[in-house]
């Protein structure tokens, strides 16, 4: 029996940021991880030679003064990581039915540009401006301050799809303010305002790519915990975690055992409650979990292009075939895809071409769900058929923007929902875990602490998904065990 203060289960960004506060405060802590690599989402695999990410595409808010930069600085991150700041002029391009529209840097910036093609949406775009800047202010964490718990939050109980359109009658101007909902995965009769704002306010504040992916995040974090004397333990996936009146243990598959006064789980909630020990879960809490709804899945074309063939971009391209940007996540069957997100990620700077194009598209998990129990590399001949034929669609679509590019790929490789859940270990291949919403936000909000004492929760579904989201949500769980406040202050005297 190997006993720490603290079991952290699942090494994505939320818990090895979770053992690095909590090593760095004095506590033992050991990080125990399915996979072979730590990381999660963070983590890459290599293709002809050439890292490609598992799930992060690029981040916001990472300026000095800005809160991703603030946490991040805290934490030692900010000043190690290798970036490239995106594009001024349109960090994203949105083209919507064959017309391109950018979405620029900076407030002032972001209206100027959007006016060129808008000019009659003044009005509308200061009002859109303006209301981002208000729900970023309103909201404690995302300014480094502690919240207020009699607080209201009306814009958790509001819809951004409903927003945005009785912002302005411009059909195209809806669907480029909308048109990077790759980021939140939006549904229309679910997706809060609120999270929207957030997300949007932070990349417009700054958007940066990752220099070689998002591997040296966790590369680093590892580092430093270990450094502290914390543990980080991979292919260690936990069976059943036991509780008494003073300590989890904890068995994981390969029949090793660990001991802890407390335990954070960075994974999804109910994955956590399916591992408890059946005792500790009240069958209330297990029905609420298993009826909650998670957001979509994806498929993704990891491409190695042919040298000096397709132009390296510094910014992310959105492309739509419809006007309604909404409908994009629920296509299927015919009438997939109906959108794509693509980008170039950056391996020289001083190289004008892309070495690599990864193109993302939403997938529900029913078009694999046939295929759910099997395992990679043995899904049979009729799987592959799904994915050439799927890929050759996707290919078709992006054809339309980029000609040729079929003809300047080396190398290709498709990943369904199946395998985004294989290797990240999220339900049915959910890109954000937990879909938020609006019509009754209290149901779907996950909090750090719950009706089990010492067992906290971290990571995308805790306040917001993303980089910013799952730091913001990791300061709320060691919060849970150090005092927000006082770490709060820690941070902001960094």
């Known amino acids: 029996m190997k006993n720490y203060d603290i079991v952290i289960i699942g090494s994505g960004l939320g818990g090895l940021l979770c053992g690095y506060i909590l090593s760095k405060e004095g506590f033992n802590v050991c990080i125990l991880e399915k996979h072979t690599q730590p990381g999660g989402n963070l983590q890459n695999f290599s293709r002809q030679g050439l890292p490609f990410d598992t799930g992060v595409h690029y981040v916001g808010g990472l300026s000095p003064g800005q809160p991703l930069y603030a946490y991040w600085n805290y934490i030692g991150l900010a000043g190690m990581l290798s ?75 509001s819809g951004a799809f409903h927003y945005f359109s009785a912002l302005t009658q411009n059909k195209q101007l809806q669907a480029t303010l909308a048109g990077n909902n790759f980021l939140y995965a939006g549904n229309p009769d679910k997706t809060p305002l609120h999270m929207v704002a957030l997300i949007n306010h932070s990349f417009i504040s700054s958007a940066w790519r990752l220099r070689e992916g998002s591997k040296q995040i ?31 243990t904890i068995r994981t598959t390969s029949d090793d055992y660990y001991q802890a ?28 979990l298993e009826n909650l709804k998670n957001t979509t899945s994806s498929f993704i074309l990891n491409l190695v292009m042919k040298p000096g063939t397709f132009p390296y971009m510094n910014y992310n391209v959105h492309f739509f075939n419809t006007e309604n940007v909404w409908t994009s996540t629920t296509s299927k069957g015919t009438r997939w895809p109906q959108n794509y997100l693509l980008y170039t990620p950056l391996h020289d700077p001083a190289d004008p071409w892309a070495k690599t194009v990864i193109i993302l598209t939403y997938m529900d998990f029913d078009e694999v769900r046939r295929w759910e129990d099997t395992v990679i590399g ?38 369904t929902p199946l395998t985004y859940r294989d290797y990240t270990g ?26 089990i004492p010492n067992l906290f929760f971290t990571g995308q579904n805790v306040s917001l998904h993303g980089m910013l989201g799952v730091t913001i949500g990791a300061i709320l769980t060691c919060g849970e065990i150090l005092g927000l406040e006082y770490l709060l202050n820690k941070i902001r005297r960094t």
């Open 261 to 288: 006064k407390k335990v954070i789980s960075n994974i999804h909630p109910l994955q956590t409650i399916r591992i408890l020990d059946p005792s500790l879960v009240k069958t209330a809490g297990r029905f609420r």
């Open 378 to 415: 043995k899904r049979g001949d009729e799987y592959r058929a799904f994915k050439h034929d799927r890929s050759e669609r996707l290919l078709n679509l992006v054809e339309e923007k980029f000609p040729g590019i079929k003809r300047q790929i080396a190398y290709s490789e498709a990943s």
């Open 218 to 248: 966790a590369d680093i974090l590892v580092g430093k915990i270990k450094s502290l004397g914390g543990t980080v333990l991979t292919s260690n996936q936990v069976r059943i975690v036991h509780a008494d009146k003073e300590n989890f």
């Open 83 to 157: 970036v490239q700041r995106l594009d001024m002029d349109g960090f994203d391009r949105i083209t919507v039915r064959g017309e391109e529209f950018v979405l620029a840097q900076g407030f002032d910036h972001f209206m100027s540009q959007l006016l060129t093609r808008f000019p009659k949406e003044e009005k509308a775009l200061l009002e859109y401006t303006d209301q981002l800047k208000k729900i970023a202010s309103s909201y404690p964490l995302y300014n480094l301050q502690l919240p207020d718990k009699n607080i209201n939050e009306p814009h958790r109980s």
């Open 426 to 451: 999220t339900i049915e291949g959910s890109l954000y875990g937990i879909q938020k919403d609006y019509n009754d936000p209290l149901e779907t909000m996950i909090l750090p602490r719950n009706r």
